[in-house]
């Protein structure tokens, strides 16, 4: 068969595959934002078979066979070489996974997800344990069915993104710690920025229109896209013209959507600026969780939390709010949208604090791996490096080790990516501001460019390149976390008058 | 093997079927109800793909040979064997017609469909006319496929209301015809109800939080389905437990909503109510069309069109709506509710000239498949019969011929089913009065009393039994449609002073 005819072949499948993947992932996004919840069981056990189903079409000998033999043709374009190298890469993680023990590990891990959720609410860790260390327990098991280099925690480290290992990590967590723990310090010692008239009563009805109007402004097209509500806000692209994001109105405050809608626009964006040739191919959804990651933090905190990215939405705002932000200026909302302060929740730390959360983790996870530490005492040892590293001990477990989602869906090796996406994101502005006045575009209602920017040098590639390699193609230089010490740094140092 | 072992290998196979389903009523709950526009290509191909993935499980030869095999034992429980009996029935309306022929007829339905809704919007019936005479053209020619003793118009008939036929359906119409038109007539000569308030500005969100006081006070369990909004209402049971229905918020309408989603509820109720035993097969939703609208229509017409269902939520809907509705008493609000005029649009059509509209539709559809006809005449014969039953003649193609959706999905026979299903409640509810004093139950709060009663006479048994049977069942008497001719002639003398 001639190269072309193979190519199309494949094709087919892919289509096949899409096909799969379009209705789970529709029925995915149904069941967390709207399902009746007396359906779950039934939904459960079907969206598991067709999973299953969707296994055995990706992991079908002939299927891997095809995909091998293309890959070693000698004139296929580099496109076409690229995706296939990726998706070969992909297929690694679960192709030697036996049927009955993938289905096992999901099996485990949904109903783990479940008692996750019932010992939050009942701030039990103990409900949870034996399920994380079963989790755990086959994290390690199932690493005899990855053969390759890498070995232990770098298999996960990998999977998620792609080219980091351990010793990287370790260099740039050793950055982290070095710098911003004396930086955190020093702004906790300095005097507070007022942020009480953000936690006033905001209607949920409200907000929602001022997320509406933010939409508009960063030209998010709900033609091709969609907002809506979930406890866990998220972003899932159906297809790049079918990009959802969620977020969830706490009427108590104001930031918090805000935010959200930002951060997971900036990942929706991503998806949606894939080149059209691309975007039905396997690199339009395989970008790495950090180069995800850093598209979403670079809208959130790069561009919306710059005031200029508030030149026209503040007012609209005020005029939304007129009650609660009525003696409340541009400016002290922008410093209260940057104050930082150490805390116990992830998910609503700021920006300077946020990376030593994530640090935490990686540190448990690492030690998990390599045996270091003891996972009876996980909750323990959390605690003890929240005292460590933020000055804070968690009192209740849904404010310590409970409070993540991810380790009861079997997530290792992904947090440490949320950090770097921040890493990468410095970088990535320092590179546009030499092509834009990312000020000027803001406060000229010009957002437009700003994304047209990121098209260009990121967005058009999909998951093409390696992180490392669309970090150089993009940047024109190797990743270096001290574009991201720096900008922290001088930000914090001018906002508390260090 | 043995039965039992048989029965097990059968059910496998329906789980199958139920989870390509589940995924496939879910991702069109989310098309018609959000999903962004621009991602409709995308999303068409891969449900049409996904779609033809399931007639191939369901006409698979060896499942075919397995459920006729099973179909002949003579130790089936009587439940398995009426199962089996159904699931076959159906099979038949599909199972000789080629795939290729099967895609062919989806892929021009769904193109039909869009086409349909462009010519409505521009009031061009020529525009729509040539899908429609191709799937005339298609309906008749696959008719072919359909071995069995009906022939034509009894085919699709019997495939929306099995055991009924032209010459049933005849008897039903010519009653109506000669019991209905000339009581119309004298409504159209009474002195008319004030309905102009129900015509005042009605805010959406005010009209929701209404919605959901109307099915709080009907137990309709949220837990176990929801509400959407759409363009045109509809209603999918995607399982037991998840009942969806939908409704479309008309701000300068107060009416329109109400009585579409008690009609909606009415539908939903209908599959929550069946027994937990029939729940996962094959007769949790093969309901005929007929016995559907029978429970759709009761709910709407009969109970919620009835004052006592609002002595507890009118003045709710007053506190609400206190400027609207201040000087407007229940029994105004009522005889509003059920006010007669003849119209164009049959889905805005009141209770009694509602059946009208169906009889036009039924003689067009008739005289299409006995060729008395003339199919390129259409909407000069749908005018004229608008004119002739109604007294008032269509000026532009929307108001006419290209108000409904269904026959450009292919839906022919299916319209009688509406009149029919007004029919069978009336008796239904003839049959429930001497039980249950129905004023009294809504007048109380006790509206559940009412779903018991219908889930044990009727819900619980799903579609177990043919509709002649079901009525049987439920009332002790074989259909009688003077029992709805009666209720209306009560109804409307009474109303209107005749």
Not at 183 to 202: E, G, H, M, N
Not at 267 to 278: I, K, R
């Amino acid at each position: 068969m001639t190269t072309q005819e193979l190519w199309k072949k494949y094709e087919e499948q892919r289509f096949k595959i899409s096909a799969y993947d379009l209705l789970l992932s529709t029925t995915y996004y149904d069941a967390d934002t709207i399902a009746p919840v007396k359906g779950r069981d039934y939904r459960n056990e079907r969206m598991a078979y067709i999973s299953g189903e969707l296994f055995d079409i990706e992991t079908d000998p002939e299927f891997i066979k095809l995909r091998e033999e293309l890959y070693r043709r000698d004139d296929l374009t580099f496109t076409q070489k690229q995706i296939l190298k990726w998706e070969l890469k992909d297929l690694e993680s679960f192709r030697y996974i036996p049927k009955d023990v993938f289905v096992e590990y999901s099996e485990l891990t949904m109903k783990a997800n479940v008692v996750w959720k019932q010992a939050k609410n009942a701030d039990d860790y103990k409900m949870f344990e034996p399920y994380l260390l079963k989790i755990i327990d086959m994290n390690k098991e199932m690493l005899k069915y990855r053969p390759g280099e890498l070995k232990g925690y770098d298999v996960y480290l990998s999977d998620y993104e792609p080219g980091m290992t351990i010793e990287k990590y370790d260099r740039f967590f050793d950055l982290i710690r070095e710098k911003l723990v004396p930086l955190i310090k020093k702004v906790s010692a300095a005097s507070k920025i007022d942020t009480a008239f953000a936690y006033q009563f905001y209607p949920a009805d409200v907000q929602r229109k001022m997320m509406y109007k933010i939409l508009d402004y960063m030209k998010f097209d709900l033609e091709s896209g969609l907002m809506g509500e979930t406890e866990h806000p998220f972003t899932n692209s159906l297809s790049k013209h079918d990009n959802r994001i969620t977020t969830h109105y706490y009427e108590n405050s104001l930031l918090s959507s805000i935010f959200s809608v930002v951060h997971e626009a900036g990942h929706a964006t991503y998806n949606y600026q894939v080149s059209d040739e691309l975007a039905e191919t396997y690199v339009f959804d395989n970008m790495s969780s950090g180069m995800h990651e850093s598209q979403s933090r670079l809208m959130e905190n790069y561009l919306a939390r710059n005031s200029a990215f508030w030149d026209n939405l503040y007012p609209q705002m005020q005029e939304l709010f007129p009650e609660q932000l009525k003696d409340i200026s541009q400016q002290q909302f922008i410093n209260a949208a940057n104050a930082a302060e150490c805390s116990l929740i992830r998910t609503d730390a700021d920006e300077l604090t946020y990376p030593l959360h994530i640090l935490i983790r990686y540190e448990i996870e690492k030690g998990i791996f390599d045996g270091s530490i003891d996972v009876n005492d996980l909750e323990n040892i959390w605690n003890n490096k929240y005292e460590e590293y933020l000055g804070i001990r968690p009192q209740k477990a849904s404010e310590g080790i409970l409070q993540d989602v991810h380790w009861s869906g079997g997530s290792f090796g992904y947090f440490p990516t949320y950090a770097l996406g921040s890493g990468y994101a410095a970088q990535f502005v320092h590179a546009m501001r030499k092509d834009l006045d990312i000020e000027k575009c803001m406060h000229d209602n010009e957002f437009i460019k700003i994304k047209e920017w990121l098209k260009e040098h990121i967005h058009k590639y999909g998951g093409l390149y390696l992180p490392e390699e669309q970090i150089r193609i993009a940047t024109g230089e190797d990743f270096d976390p001290n574009y991201y010490i720096e900008y922290l740094t001088e930000k914090y140092t001018k906002l508390y008058n260090l």
